[in-house]
């Protein structure tokens, strides 16, 4: 594999598709096989995927239903704008997602963030939004990485070090365009918001923080910040590319029964196998979009194999009232458990948390109750013990995220527990040394 390697990183740069790498995919694993919970790569090897493409492939490898309803568009209604599937679609979408009223597909998260932008500037009149450390929401300059300048003065910096920053973003973009600010933090917020409403749009958040580490809000933060919205004329916007459909048929938003103006949904929208984002809201604020008073264009916007796919996905999630996705979170919290336990075993420090559609592990004391709590020591070990599971074949999604599907089984919670403990003993060495 390493000599095939070297021949995709003369043509690809680095050898990888995205910039947000592995630890594992400094040596990329190209896989050539794959069956519900499980992955093969080019030397076939077996691996259990609680990676899971970003949290997107919630169905499962070779979902039997899933990969028939795809054919079924391939073979009869494959390259038009418009298909029968579209009403049934849309109204699927409306039962489970509280906030959608009217809705708009795309293909990426990033797109849509930028979409619901517009239109909240549109609707608002005004031209600035709220954004929160440690969240991610899309590879776009305007609102991709960056630190607060201070408490005083709450824009958007650029730092060294930044594992989301770049070179070639445009000058002050973010500094124009947005507040910086630190999550789970009321007053910070509503001092803000008081201070400088006039000028603010929109406030985007990750209902739960799982870029920063899994980190559920406080309690009575959402709603607090639902309210104070309200009071100040500044549109919420839900980006729950990763909560959508994996907190639940109603996301986050249903979890927490706070209801956004705008949400974002991707990832595992789709099932995994094909792109497709949605951009759902309150119908006065969507009917910008008609007439063009508010501008959204793709060439594939609502393509016919994101529709069945969507379709599939939708479908094999709801059916016998949630069913999948129950025992999905019954086989995951019995991972969460043995990695507990293990570590206990072994007595390496680690917490898991968050969902059990989306939630991670950190090699600390305590768990996180804010982005900023994931510092570089827990980051560092949380990479090692990530690398160590993958030579130990479980691959999970960035540094320490565990994204299962719905075809996870008994059989996949005893592999885990077998492989654990192994990985664990071999980040114990690098915890001990330097800790002595």
């Keep these: 594999m390493a000599e095939y390697n070297l021949r995709v990183k003369k043509i690809l740069p680095g050898g990888v598709h995205y910039n ?122 305007n609102i991709m990485g960056g630190k607060q300048h201070s408490v005083e003065t709450p824009i958007p910096e650029d730092f060294l070090g930044d594992l989301k920053g770049t070179l070639g973003r445009a000058d002050d973009i973010m500094a124009q365009q947005s507040y910086l600010i630190p999550w789970n933090d009321e007053e910070c917020l509503e001092k803000l918001l008081k201070e400088k409403s006039s000028e603010i749009a929109a406030i985007i958040t990750e209902p739960v923080c799982v870029n920063g580490g899994s980190v559920m809000p406080k309690e009575g933060y959402l709603s607090k910040m639902r309210q104070l919205c309200d009071q100040y004329g500044v549109l919420l916007i839900f980006d729950e590319i990763i909560t959508g459909f994996r907190m639940g048929l109603g996301g986050a938003q249903s979890y927490f029964n706070v209801i956004p103006d705008l949400t974002i949904l991707g990832k595992a929208l789709g099932g995994g196998g094909v792109p ?81 559609g989306c939630g991670a592990y950190h090699c600390c004391e305590k768990e996180l109750t804010s982005p900023s709590d994931y510092t570089f020591d827990i980051t560092s070990l949380d990479i090692i013990l990530n690398a160590e599971l993958a030579k130990q074949g479980v691959l999970m999604s960035s540094l320490s995220r565990i994204y299962p599907n719905i075809l996870l089984n008994k059989e996949d919670v005893e ?11 071999e980040t114990k060495k690098v915890y001990d040394e330097i800790n002595n």
């Design 20 to 141: 947000f790498n592995m630890p594992w995919e400094e040596t990329p694993i190209h896989f050539i096989n794959t069956k519900n919970s499980r992955v093969w790569d080019m030397n076939n090897k077996e691996y259990l995927d609680l990676y899971a493409r970003f949290g997107a492939m919630i169905v499962g490898h070779n979902n039997h239903e899933y990969n028939e309803t795809l054919k079924e568009c391939i073979d009869r209604v494959l390259s038009v704008s418009h298909c029968d599937l579209d009403a049934e679609v849309l109204e699927l979408i409306t039962k489970f997602v509280p906030s959608a009223e009217m809705i708009r597909f795309g293909l990426s998260g990033t797109e849509m963030v930028q979409n619901a932008l517009r239109l909240a500037r549109a609707y608002t009149h005004k031209n600035k939004f709220i954004r929160f450390e440690n969240h991610y929401h899309g590879n776009a300059d």
């Design 276 to 356: 497709v984002s949605a951009l759902a809201g309150k119908k006065e604020i969507m009917e910008l979009l008609i007439e063009k008073k508010v501008i959204h264009a793709g060439t594939f916007n609502g393509y016919t194999l994101g529709t069945f796919a969507i379709k599939a996905t939708l479908e094999c999630l709801s059916r016998n009232d949630g069913e999948a996705l129950k025992t999905m979170n019954t086989y995951t919290a019995q991972l969460h458990q043995i990695l507990r336990d293990k570590a206990k075993k072994v007595g390496m420090p680690l917490v898991v948390q968050g969902p059990l």
């Design 415 to 425: 592999w885990f527990d077998y492989r654990v403990e192994k990985a664990l003993l």
